[in-house]
């Protein structure tokens, strides 16, 4: 079995800061991708952040210059460091992971619980 477990998130005031961990335990050959979706209330579902072979990192716009992904290799886990929020940032984030299990499966997206950041005015 492979579980992606989430924690960081909480309630902070705007111009705030936090920092999403997301650890995968399990049966894991190789790690492809990590990244961080995040859904708000009445908004559809958006790719936050990514990391690619750990090095190669894309953002959403909206997050471009104040939020920064990194991931442990060692430690199978995915940060998301979370600066400067702002009320647009509440939602709930999703991690997920990309990754080859030691039976020789494809690789497949395995997803987190899911953990609520708010931001407050």
């Known amino acids: 079995q492979v579980q992606l477990v989430e924690s960081g998130g909480g309630l902070v005031q705007a111009g705030g800061s936090l920092r999403l961990s997301c650890a995968a335990s399990?049966?894991?050959?190789?790690?492809?991708?990590m990244g961080w979706y995040r859904q708000a209330p009445g908004k559809q579902r958006e790719l936050v952040a990514h990391?690619?072979?750990?090095?190669?990192?894309n953002y959403a716009d909206s997050v471009k210059g104040r939020f920064t992904i990194s991931g442990d290799n060692a430690k199978n886990t995915v940060y998301l460091q979370m600066n400067s929020l702002k009320p647009e940032d509440t939602a709930v984030y999703y991690c997920?992971?990309?990754?080859?299990?030691?039976?020789?499966?494809?690789?497949?997206?395995?997803w987190g619980q899911g953990t609520q950041v708010t931001v407050a005015s």
């Open positions: 399990g049966s894991i050959f190789r790690i492809n991708a």
């Open positions: 997920y992971a990309n990754l080859l299990t030691t039976t020789g499966s494809p690789s497949y997206r395995y």
């Open positions: 990391i690619i072979g750990g090095v190669n990192t």
